[in-house]
């Protein structure tokens, strides 16, 4: 999956007062796209001696370390010579043959939009400052403390036999499927939010639910927590046409298209289809 980055090694340990030195990536985006220096066929994280000048007077934050190299988000708007760079995408992340770049450009992203919805207090209106011990922010006159938001959502593989229960979501390319999956909602179990959007999406009643892994999928600031549910193929399926354009049962060696195993969906498919989900 995509945060699994090895060799390479990835720290999300918050270090407090780190202030950015020459050699410290720089993480800055333009909208939906993330500045990166071209090298060959292959892309590198640009690094503060690579912007000099232009990172005079512009505010950043330190966010988590890359092959023990801290990485920093800038703030402010960047002004600077852009022929020395390029802006890629961020859609890259799902082809990018360097994973780490491809980890570290979304998860910055996450971060980055944090910090850019939270820059006012939510019960005050008091602008929010860098809270100094920890990744969080903090009002200076009400001390509500805010910190990265993460939503619980949960993805599931539905089993009869040797079928799998496949979806395509409204916004999916034609022909394209994966797995039911939805957020958790207030006073929920994980295992209850299985069965609400299984029987919400598709109209189907499922049993013996068990836990698989979990991938946290910065894009959406999600944690997806994978299972594995049981259903009877003769059931009816009843779409939401909603959500969920289509629905149906496949078999092993007939799929069709689907994610990619750097998400827990892709990885769930693949599985299945070896025989060894």
Known sequence: MIQQISPHDFSNQYVPNRHIEDGDYVIYYKENSILLKANGDDFALSQKKD????????????????????CFLILDQLVLDESQFIYKDLSFFRTARQREIAWISILGFQLKNWYAQNQFCGKCGTRTQQKSDERALICPNCNTIVFPKISPAIIVAIISN?????????????????????????????????????????????????????QPWPISSSMMIGFIAEADENQPIVIDNKEITHAEWFERGHLPAHPPKISISGEMIEKFEKGEL
Do not use: H
Request: proline content about 3%; hydrophobic content about 45%.
């Open 51 to 70: 912007l000099g000048e232009f990172l005079n007077q512009t505010a950043s934050v330190f966010l988590f370390a890359l092959n023990n190299i801290p």
């Open 162 to 214: 040797n079928k799998l229960l496949l979806a395509r979501n409204a916004s999916f390319p034609a022909s394209w499927y994966s797995l039911i999956a939805g957020y958790a909602d207030v006073g929920e179990s994980l295992e209850e939010t299985v069965i609400r959007e299984v029987k919400e999406e598709v109209g189907l009643d499922v049993k013996n639910i068990r836990y698989y892994r979990s």
